[in-house]
């Protein structure tokens, strides 16, 4: 059956339409705009100077090594889950599923307390850690725990619809083939997810580089050692240092530019791989 055209805007939906984008203008586009144009008020001698700070380019190197750590775990657990679930019934499916949402429904300062409370001085194994020489708050391994525990859904749930609608036809013919599991990974499952793979990664990545609330319960804001990119840009306002908290600001910004590109590349080219499939 051919599909219908969608009818162009007219009326009222124009007015909905220009309704939506000065709402977005507003809350979107001018803050964006407004931190570019703070971080070079000073010129672009003063933007980059922002950088030269031994404490700026600490916060920016950890950020990327906890990025660098918590997507490819990430990664590999929504792998692993959406497999699990798309392909297969067990007792205990439905609370693996509300586990995996759970970080969306949870406040970040609580995905950073319950790290304290697990591991802080006062907590069930501080006192354990403490004797064994083992630092987890205040530290890059709490800042990683954190940061995991508020990332780890969007690989999944990218994956987990997909998985499911196509269900598992193609596998079973492999097997029928005879491949094994290693080859029915790489060459059938892997190649049939891997954009909706990456578009997961993509948007984890992002969320990691910009967690604030979670890494600021466990990281102790230790200038030079625990500071991420966000706790550095609040330290820097804090201090009236606004050149400077813009300047790393417009870092992140600009990463969630590049993010923002990539995702709609990856929706365009995903969108274009189902098109092709369901033609076939």
């Known amino acids: 059956m051919r599909a219908s055209t969608p009818e162009k805007p007219k009326g009222a939906a124009w007015l909905v339409l220009g309704a939506a984008v000065l709402w977005l203008a507003l809350t979107i586009l001018l803050p964006l705009i407004t931190v570019f144009v703070e971080a070079f008020r000073q010129g672009a001698a003063a933007y980059f100077a ?21 997507v490819p775990l990430n990664a590999a657990f929504g792998l692993s889950a959406a497999w ?40 069930w194994f501080g006192p354990l850690l403490d004797k064994l020489g083992i630092q987890i708050i205040f530290s890059y391994t709490g800042i990683l725990l954190a940061t995991i525990l508020v990332t780890f859904p969007f690989v999944a749930r990218e994956l987990i619809p997909l998985m499911q609608a196509q269900g598992a036809d193609e596998e079973t013919a492999a097997v029928t083939l005879g491949a094994g599991g290693g080859d029915i990974f790489w060459r059938v499952t892997l190649p049939n997810i891997a954009w909706a793979l990456l578009y997961g990664v993509l948007l984890c990545n992002a969320r990691a580089l910009g967690e604030f609330g979670a890494v600021s319960v466990v990281s102790g804001h230790i200038r030079g050692l625990t500071d991420t990119m966000p706790l550095h840009v609040e330290v820097l306002y804090n201090d009236y240092n606004f050149v400077a908290a813009f300047a790393v600001a417009s870092l992140l910004a600009g990463l969630a530019l590049v993010t923002l590109a990539a995702k709609t590349l990856l929706e365009w080219r995903f969108s274009g791989e189902l098109a092709r499939s369901a033609r076939h």
């Open 50 to 70: 922002a950088f030269q700070d031994p404490d700026a380019l600490a916060a920016i190197k950890l950020s990327l090594q906890v990025a660098a750590a918590a």
């Open 84 to 123: 699990l679930i798309s392909k297969f019934e067990f007792v205990g499916k439905g609370l693996l599923l509300t586990l995996i949402d759970l970080p969306f429904s949870l406040s970040p300062v609580i995905s950073g307390l319950v790290w304290v409370l697990l591991f802080g001085a006062s907590g």
